[in-house]
C-alpha cells in the first residue's frame, strides 16, 4: 500500500535515540519524554515500572515512549481502566505539563487511539520486548505470547512514536518497516489513511475494548466509503463515493486531514482529494472514533475530550442509525423509540425488550415459523423506511413486492418506496429488520411504505375469568392420569423421532454410496488430515464452505462441505450426478466425495488461481488481465458450457453460471464449477419446467414463466462475457446513476455507436485491442436476446470465437424485459416466483 513519509520523522530521530539497550531484565527508566526505543529493550508491566500514573476515574498508565510537552501529547505504554485486573498495550493521548510529564487533569483521563491487543488483554506482569532481531513482542504474565509484528530479519533499527500517534518500527535505511497506522482499530488520528482491507470496528463499550465484530464497521470498498451494519448481507447505512470515479484509476482510500475526511485514489496526486465529510478544523489534539453504537465521532480538546463533530448524521438524524431503536424498533421524531403495532384490530405482535429502555429495541412475540405460512399476515406502516442505504432494490409494483416476501421464508418484512404511483416502485426484502423511521414524504420526496411480517398465534390466549370452587378428587385424578399419559405419549414420541432421524441420517449416508459413477469414496478422517482440520478456509457460498487440502500423495485439493439434510443433500445429489461420470478439460474435476452425519463432502482439484471475479472487476482484480488472456477465459468458459449443453449423454443445464463459479489454475486456464443448481434432462427434452434458482443479475428473463432450456445459460454467459469486457460489475454504484446497470449502458452505447467508450478503461492493452473488443460485445449482444429462441448455442458461440462463424446480424438491442415493470405477472401456481429470490440476494 502507499506509504507515508514518516522517513522524515524517523531519519533524525534515529540519530536522537536516548533509550538504554538491556537485557530481558526489568530496566532503569530513562527521563519523560522520550519518543524512542533501541533494539533489545524489555519493558515489564509490575508496580515497579517508575512512571505509574494513576487517574480519577480509575484507569492507569504506564507510559514507554512519550512526544512533546505541554498540552494533550501521544504516549504509548500499558494501560488499563476500571479495577485495572487487564491490560492493553496501547497509543494514548495524555496531557502533560511543561516538564514533559504527564499529569493528572482535574478530570477526565487519558484515551486509547490504538492498542495491538484489545482482544486479548494481558494481566499484571506482562512483558513487552523490542527484541535483538527486530520484532515487538507482547508476551502475557505466563509466557504465552499474545502479540507480535512479525518484523524478525527485516533490518529493523529502532521504535519510534511519532508527533502523529503513529508507532513505527524502522529499519537502517530510516525506512519505515511496520507502523501502527496500517492496523486501525476503532479510531483515526489526523493524517492516518484507511484503506481498502481495512475497517474500523468498535468495541462492545467504554469498558469492554473486545471489538464488536458482527455488528458495525467502517471501510471502504471499490464504490467509496462505507459504514455497515451486520447481516446476511450486510446491510450500509452511510456510502460516500469519490465523484468522477469513471475516470480514475487505483483502489482507493481515506485520509483523515485537517478539516475534512477526503477519498482518493492511489494513481491520483494527493492534491485531488474528493473530500467526502467536513470535520472541524483541529484546534487542540483530535481523533475520531467508531463508538458501539455506530455514530462516527471527532473528539478534540484535552482530558476531558469533547464531541465537536457526528460525522455520518444525515439530514434523517439520530433516527437513521441501525441501532436507534433496536431491531423490529421503530423511531420517530428526536428518537422515539416505539413498537409495530396492527392498528386495526389492534393487535401487540412485538414487545418492547426492556420498558425502561424502549432503544434497546422490539421481540417478537410469536417468532415467523415457515411450516406456519398460513397464519402470517403484514403489518402495514405508512411513511417508514428502513435506515438501511440500498443498490439493489428492483422495480415492481407494490403487491409483487409483498408477494414475494410472502413466499420467501427469510424475508422479514416487504419495504417498498415509490414516486406518485405505487403501481412502479423499489422493492427490498431484509432478512434481518433494524430500526425504521417515520419520515415526511416531503422531505426524502419519496412515498415509502413498510410491509412487516408478522405470525399470528395459532391458540390465542382464553380472555375467561376462573370461577372459585371446591377441589373434586375425581377431576383432579383424571387430570393427572392424562398429564403422565401425555407426557409418556411425548417422551415416546420424541425418542421416536430421534431415532428415526439417526436411522435417515444413516441410510441417506449409505444410499450416498450407491450414486453411480463416483471416482472416490474419502472418509472424514482422511478429510480432517487433509485440510487440517478444516483449518484453511478459501470461500464460502452456496450451502457451504470451501477448505484446502492436500493428499497422502502430495496433490492438493478443494474440500467443498455442505452441512445439514433436505435442500442440501438435493444440492449435493445434483452435483455429483451432474459432474461424477463426466470429464472434460475445462470442467472442474470432482476427485470424490464423502459423508460423515449430516455433512457431505464434494473433494476437487485445486485451482490456484481461484474464481475469475478476483481478476476482471476494477479494484477488486489481483492485476489486470491482458487481451488475449480474457478471449482464452471466455473461450474455455464457452466449450465447458458447449459440453455441458450437447456432449454428455444428458443434457446439462448448469443454472449459475457467474464469475464467482468460474474457477482458474495456475496457468490461467478457466473451468466452469457448482453444479448445485444444475438441471438434467432428456436429450428428447427442449424445455423443462423447474424453480427460480441462480443468481441476480445473471438471470435470464424467461425465468419469469419458470420454463427454461439450456439458452438460459447462453444469457448468463453474455452477462459475464460483457463484464469481462468492460472491466466492472454488472451493476456499480460507483458509475453516474444513469450507468448503474450495465445492460443500460449496452443498450445506450449500441444506440449512439459507442461501445468503443464500454472497452475496460484500466487496461492499455484492452484500449490498443477496442475494434476486437467492439466485435466482441456482439457476441455478447447476441446472447443476451431477449427471446431465448434468438440466442446461440454454445456450440455456436464457440465457433463465432474460433473465427468460423459470425455473429447473426439482427439483433435486438432493447436489453431491458417489459415484463419486470408489469404489474401483474402471471405464474404457475406451484412454481416459486422470480422475485422472491431475486430480491433475496444471492445464495
Given at each position: ?135 515487538l513482542v507482547l508476551q502475557d504474565a505466563d509466557g504465552s505470547i499474545v502479540w507480535n509484528t ?610 475496460d478503461k484500466y487496461s492499455e492493452d484492452m484500449q490498443t485491442h477496442s475494434s476486437e473488443v ?70
Amino acid at each position: 500500500m502507499m506509504r507515508e513519509p514518516w522517513n522524515c520523522y524517523c531519519s533524525a530521530l534515529f540519530l536522537i535515540l536516548n533509550c538504554h539497550s538491556t537485557t530481558a531484565q526489568q530496566r532503569t527508566e530513562p527521563p519523560f519524554d522520550y519518543p524512542s526505543a533501541n533494539l533489545s529493550t524489555t519493558w515489564v508491566n509490575t508496580q515497579s515500572f517508575r512512571n505509574n500514573i494513576s487517574f480519577t476515574d480509575g484507569s492507569m498508565v504506564r507510559p514507554i515512549l512519550l512526544r512533546g510537552s505541554f498540552g494533550p501529547k501521544f504516549a504509548c505504554g500499558f494501560y488499563c481502566n476500571g479495577t485495572c485486573t487487564s491490560y492493553l498495550f496501547a497509543v494514548f493521548i495524555a496531557q502533560t505539563n511543561s516538564g514533559g510529564q504527564i499529569t493528572q487533569p482535574s478530570s477526565g483521563f487519558p484515551q486509547v487511539v490504538w492498542s495491538a491487543n484489545r482482544d486479548h488483554p494481558v494481566s499484571y506482569g506482562a512483558v513487552l520486548n523490542l527484541t535483538a532481531t527486530g520484532e515487538l513482542v507482547l508476551q502475557d504474565a505466563d509466557g504465552s505470547i499474545v502479540w507480535n509484528t512479525n518484523t524478525t530479519r527485516k533490518s529493523v533499527a529502532g521504535l519510534n512514536l511519532t508527533d502523529d500517534g503513529n508507532l513505527a518500527l524502522f529499519d537502517v535505511n530510516s525506512s519505515v518497516v511496520w507502523q501502527s497506522f496500517d492496523y486501525p482499530t476503532d479510531c483515526l488520528l489526523p493524517g492516518q489513511t484507511l484503506s481498502q482491507g481495512q475497517q474500523l470496528i468498535p468495541s462492545v463499550s467504554t469498558t469492554n475494548w473486545t471489538a464488536q465484530k458482527g455488528l458495525f464497521s467502517l471501510q471502504v470498498t471499490d464504490n467509496g466509503l462505507y459504514a455497515y451494519v451486520g447481516s446476511n448481507p450486510p446491510q450500509a447505512y452511510f456510502s460516500k463515493t469519490v465523484s468522477g470515479n469513471d475516470t480514475n484509476t487505483g483502489r482507493q482510500y481515506v485520509r483523515f486531514l485537517n478539516g475534512s475526511l477526503s477519498l482518493f485514489i492511489f494513481s491520483v496526486e494527493p492534491s485531488d482529494p474528493d473530500e467526502v465529510i467536513t470535520v472541524p478544523p483541529a484546534s487542540s489534539a483530535q481523533y475520531m472514533k467508531l463508538m458501539p453504537n455506530g455514530h462516527l465521532l471527532v473528539f478534540e480538546g484535552e482530558p476531558p475530550f469533547s464531541v465537536v463533530a457526528d460525522l455520518l448524521n444525515g439530514f434523517l438524524g439520530e433516527c437513521n442509525y441501525p441501532m436507534a431503536c433496536g431491531r423490529n424498533g421503530l423511531c420517530s421524531g428526536n428518537q422515539q423509540c416505539s413498537c409495530p403495532v396492527l392498528s386495526s384490530p389492534r393487535i401487540d405482535y412485538f414487545r418492547a425488550v426492556n420498558d425502561r429502555q424502549p432503544e434497546l429495541g422490539c421481540s417478537e412475540i410469536t417468532p415467523l415459523t415457515c411450516n406456519a405460512t398460513q397464519d402470517q399476515v403484514f403489518i402495514a406502516l405508512e411513511n417508514v423506511m428502513h435506515f438501511n442505504i440500498i443498490a439493489d432494490m428492483v422495480s415492481v409494483d407494490i403487491e409483487t413486492c409483498k408477494q414475494a416476501c410472502v413466499n420467501n421464508c427469510s424475508c422479514k418484512a416487504a419495504l417498498f418506496q415509490y414516486g406518485s404511483d405505487s403501481s412502479s416502485g423499489d422493492c427490498y426484502l431484509p432478512f434481518e429488520l433494524f430500526t425504521m423511521m417515520n419520515v415526511d414524504p416531503d422531505v426524502v420526496h419519496r412515498n415509502a411504505s413498510a410491509f412487516i411480517k408478522v405470525q399470528n398465534a395459532t391458540s390465542p390466549p382464553s380472555t375467561s375469568t376462573p370461577q372459585s370452587s371446591q377441589s373434586n378428587l375425581g377431576v383432579i385424578l383424571t387430570s393427572t392420569i392424562g398429564s403422565v399419559l401425555f407426557l409418556l405419549g411425548v417422551v415416546g414420541f420424541l425418542i421416536y423421532k430421534i431415532r428415526k432421524r439417526r436411522w435417515d441420517d444413516q441410510r441417506e449416508e449409505e444410499s450416498i454410496g450407491e450414486v453411480p459413477g463416483m471416482p472416490n469414496r474419502f472418509s472424514y478422517e482422511e478429510l480432517v488430515t487433509a485440510t487440517e482440520n478444516f483449518n484453511k478456509k478459501l470461500g464460502e457460498g452456496g450451502f457451504g464452505a470451501v477448505f484446502e487440502g492436500t493428499l497422502e500423495d502430495g496433490s492438493k485439493i478443494a474440500v467443498k462441505c455442505l452441512e445439514g439434510l433436505g435442500q442440501v443433500n438435493k444440492s449435493f445429489l445434483a452435483e455429483v450426478q451432474s459432474i461424477g461420470s463426466i470429464h472434460h478439460v475445462n470442467l472442474v474435476t470432482l476427485r470424490g466425495f464423502g459423508a460423515w452425519k449430516s455433512k457431505r463432502f464434494l473433494v476437487y482439484e485445486f485451482m490456484s488461481n481461484g474464481s475469475l471475479d478476483r481478476w476482471i472487476y476494477h479494484g477488486d482484480r489481483e492485476h489486470v488481465l491482458e487481451w488475449e488472456c480474457r478471449k482464452k477465459i471466455i473461450l474455455d468458459v464457452a466449450k465447458g458450457l458447449a459440453y455441458l449443453h450437447e456432449d454428455c449423454r444428458q443434457k446439462i443445464i448448469h443454472l449459475d453460471i457467474k464469475p464467482q463459479n468460474i474457477l482458474i489454475d495456475s496457468d490461467f486456464n478457466a473451468k466452469v464449477s457448482d453444479f448445485g443448481l444444475s438441471k438434467l434432462i432428456d436429450r428428447n427434452q427442449t424445455q423443462v419446467m423447474t424453480t427460480m434458482r441462480g443468481t441476480p443479475g445473471y438471470l435470464a428473463p424467461e425465468w419469469l414463466s419458470s420454463v427454461i432450456t439450456e439458452k438460459v445459460d447462453v444469457y448468463s454467459f453474455g452477462i459475464v462475457l460483457l463484464e469481462m469486457l468492460c472491466g466492472r460489475k454488472k451493476f456499480d454504484e460507483s458509475q453516474p446513476e444513469e450507468s448503474w446497470h450495465l445492460l443500460d449502458v449496452l443498450q445506450n452505447c449500441w444506440e449512439q455507436g459507442t461501445l468503443q467508450d464500454m472497452v475496460d478503461k484500466y487496461s492499455e492493452d484492452m484500449q490498443t485491442h477496442s475494434s476486437e473488443v467492439v466485435e466482441m460485445m456482439e457476441l455478447a449482444s447476441w446472447c443476451l436476446q431477449g427471446d431465448f429462441k434468438k440466442r446461440p448455442s454454445m456450440s455456436m458461440v464457440v465457433k463465432v470465437l474460433e473465427g468460423v462463424m459470425k455473429v447473426e446480424s439482427s439483433l435486438d438491442y432493447n436489453f431491458t424485459d417489459p415484463r419486470l415493470h408489469n404489474t401483474t405477472v402471471e405464474r404457475d401456481k406451484d412454481m416459486t416466483p422470480l422475485l422472491a429470490s431475486v430480491l433475496s440476494g444471492p445464495r
